[in-house]
């Protein structure tokens, strides 16, 4: 056994359910907690995603009794050294399943052993695939082989799974407050709205879904922790079901990195696109004049979250009614949301802009009067985020003020443009 080894946190911000300490107590008789400032992750994310992540660096540094190490810099130049510092051969980790992470980890393990154990998901990416050794490219049929694959049972760890050494140095995390109790929020979820989760989980006037996407993304919760709390209810086959999309962009952008950039489908490319700024402003600023849309646009900008419906929504209007890049929208939720994760952002745009894989058809565009009416049909979540319009009763408040487009006339548009490319 070794002496020493580290643990370098990264997208795993928790001690429960962690199979790296495991490997990690295996391997030595003490380990280093590391968490590494990355400048490149830092620069591309917005202020409330950094303002989370420092929440729950101060929740885990708290459970590990103020021995979390955090440092800024490169990690292919900071992990290496810290590893020396402390006489570790070897560095422990959930694998990294992204682009960039890859690259990064590739790095580090070419100066330090990189023991990589377990990953962010259910199912690593790249583990699903067809009978002829292909990855899916549809949904359903992926979520059936990863049903049939299945999962491990949560790792038995906690704080006390190893021996943490003492950092002889650290910079001071920011002052803020505490994350809640993760755990009891997840519980209330399952007890109390699980049961209807599949019926209220499209009305965001509702408090019907568990917000819980946070804490997926950065580690604090592990997917297969809640996995294992499900059973066969309607509800919790709909949960499950929203786990394995997770999985499934997570695998997606396993196989081809590039789509985090580009359209999933190269026949789009051919599409002809607006470039109107102004517009796009309105959209972030929740301005179009659509009260549904609007109060899905101020809701991410008050409180770095929005409703998956609304997120649908919002992309709908974006790519078909305004005609903009679905990029430029994915871009702005990953500056504002505090669960901006780039497999699900970026499939989940592309999804929308039908042009990515398993993707709602270009055909299908959104109506933001209808889609309010039905799915917000007294008008609450309108009026809580679109103060101004709070004096109008129901769903009259989903009608259209001063509108920046019309939006009968900008789906012929989209629809003509596809009609351009789609052979």
Not at 271 to 277: H, K, P, T
Not at 333 to 349: C, I, R, T
């Amino acid at each position: 056994m070794d002496s020493s080894t580290v643990v370098w946190f990264r997208r795993d911000l928790r001690v429960a359910d962690h199979p790296a300490l495991l490997a990690a107590a295996e391997r030595a008789q003490r380990g280093l907690a590391l968490y590494v400032l990355d400048p490149r992750l830092l620069k591309v994310a917005g202020r409330p995603r950094v303002e989370f992540m420092f929440r729950c660096l101060r929740s885990l540094d708290s459970r590990l009794g103020g021995r979390l190490m955090v440092v800024s810099g490169d990690p292919v130049e900071v992990v290496p050294s810290v590893a020396r510092s402390v006489g570790a051969a070897s560095v422990h980790v959930s694998a990294d399943a992204g682009p960039y992470g890859r690259e990064r980890d590739a790095a580090v393990a070419e100066k330090v052993e990189l023991v990589r154990v377990g990953s962010p998901y259910a199912v690593a990416p790249g583990r699903v695939l067809k009978p002829d050794g292909t990855p899916y490219r549809v949904f359903t049929p992926f979520y059936r082989a990863w049903q049939e694959h299945g999962w491990r049972e949560p790792a038995d760890t906690d704080e006390s799974t190893v021996e943490w050494i003492e950092p002889d140095r650290s910079e001071e995390l920011p002052a803020g407050e505490p994350l809640p109790d993760v755990a009891a929020l997840w519980e209330r979820f399952r007890d109390e709205r699980l049961p209807d989760y599949a019926r209220d989980r499209d009305r965001p006037d509702l408090d019907g879904t568990s917000r819980l996407s946070p804490y997926l993304r950065w580690g604090v919760l592990h997917p297969r922790t809640l996995l294992a709390d499900l059973g066969g209810d309607e509800g919790s086959k709909t949960f499950r079901s929203e786990l394995a999309w997770r999985d499934f962009y997570a695998d997606v952008l396993w196989h081809q990195p590039e789509s985090a950039r580009r359209n999933y489908d190269q026949k789009f490319d051919r599409m002809e696109l607006d470039a109107d700024r102004e517009r796009f402003e309105a959209w972030c600023a929740g301005r179009t004049g659509y009260p549904f849309v609007d109060a899905g646009m101020r809701q991410l900008l008050a409180e770095g979250w929005m409703h998956n419906r609304m997120r649908m929504v919002v992309a709908s209007f974006l790519v078909k009614d305004l005609h903009l890049p679905w990029w430029w929208g994915a871009r702005h939720f990953m500056k504002h949301l505090v669960d901006g994760d780039l497999a699900s952002n970026q499939h989940g745009w592309q999804w929308a802009a039908g042009t990515g894989t398993d993707a709602a058809p270009y055909f299908r565009v959104f109506n933001p009067v209808t889609q309010g009416e039905k799915f917000d049909p007294n008008g609450d979540y309108v009026r809580k985020y679109v103060p101004e319009l709070r004096g109008i009763p129901g769903k009259a408040v989903h009608q259209p003020r001063d509108p920046i487009v019309d939006h009968a006339h900008e789906r012929q548009v989209a629809l003509a443009r596809y009609g351009a490319i789609k052979n």
